[in-house]
């Protein structure tokens, strides 16, 4: 299996890659905020207990959203290799995700961070706020309190991969097509 993270801040493009890597090179892609989404829209358990945390912009706790992560990777036992997006955020999810790849004998390969300037970033999800719909897109108070929890706590992520010589940062900023290669070209190196 080769597992990649994708890592970046909110807007930095992390899905809109992902849909391309994950044809690319036939991985499973697992957006952990796809899913949340998804049983949010369904009204079931999991989307009851992270609404709150959704709505306001904050990380939904540590062990419902490891649960639910180790639920989807299970789900495809044939895998090539999944394409984690969104997860991990926080440092005990990047443990969880290490003993968890471990103990069915996998690993993360890579971590892949998209790179962009903050401002660029807050005017992407209000422009895409105006048509997705998602209520954490619409609220600039709601968007800043994303990258202070992005800073707080998923930043330190990139000391944690680096130690491991596994974390690679490519220019965010360019076409889509152009950042796929940047992407790829770490991808086809490993
Ligand atoms: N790994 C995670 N840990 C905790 N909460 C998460 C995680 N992934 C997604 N979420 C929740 O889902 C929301 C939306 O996630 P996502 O679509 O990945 O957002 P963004 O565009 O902000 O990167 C987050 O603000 C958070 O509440």
Do not use: C, W
């Amino acid at each position: 299996m080769t597992n990649i993270v994708l890592f970046g801040k909110p807007g930095a493009g992390k899905g809109t890659q992902a849909e391309f890597l994950k044809e690319k090179y036939k991985l499973t892609h697992i957006s952990t905020g796809d899913v949340f989404r998804f049983n949010l829209k369904n009204d079931t358990e999991l989307g009851k207990q992270a609404r709150v945390f959704m709505d306001a912009g904050d990380l939904v706790p540590d062990e419902l959203t490891t649960k639910m992560l180790i639920d989807e990777v299970n789900k495809h036992p044939e895998t090539n290799g999944v394409l984690f997006d969104g997860y991990p955020r926080t440092i005990a999810q990047a443990e969880a995700l290490d003993a968890f790849l471990e103990s069915i004998g996998s690993k993360v390969a890579a971590t892949i961070a998209l790179e962009a300037d903050d401002e660029i970033l807050v005017q992407r999800l209000l422009e895409r706020g105006k048509t997705s719909g998602r209520v954490d897109d619409q609220d600039e108070e709601k968007i800043r309190n994303r990258y202070q929890e992005y800073n707080e706590k998923t930043a330190p992520l990139m000391d944690y991969y680096n130690a491991q010589n596994k974390f690679y940062a490519v220019n965010g900023i360019g076409s889509i097509a152009e950042i796929t290669e940047r992407v790829s070209a770490v991808i086809d190196q490993l």
